[in-house]
């Protein structure tokens, strides 16, 4: 967190809880549009559009993220299921990619 955003166990007020959330949402777009130039990566190495989307991966990396939650005390099914939607925009995105590095 920044100097200026609380830790969620210094907030005092809602202003502090949702300075913290939009600092956090802020640093999650951040991740995420890391994560997104991997999948621009995989688009770019991987030698055919049907080895995009892999079901055995996919599941490993849902799994991954649930086990994490859970041992962090968060909704594991909720997290699998944010990570399912994760996954699969993911996958939508690498295909996009793949197709656009093929043209």
Do not use: H
Not at 82 to 96: F, G, K, M
Request: charged fraction near 30%.
């Amino acid at each position: 967190m920044t100097e200026t955003v609380k830790s969620p166990e210094n907030c005092a007020t809602m202003v502090d809880v949702r300075a913290g959330v939009d600092e956090t949402d802020r640093q999650l777009v951040k991740l995420l549009e890391t994560r997104f130039g991997y999948m621009r990566a995989a688009a770019r190495i991987k030698p055919a559009r049907t080895a995009v989307r892999d079901e055995t991966r996919k599941a490993a990396v849902i799994n991954a993220a649930s086990q994490a939650a859970d041992k962090a005390g968060l909704p594991a099914k909720e997290i699998a299921d944010i990570w399912d939607r994760l996954v699969e925009a993911s996958i939508a995105y690498e295909l996009v990619e793949w197709d656009n590095t093929r043209t």
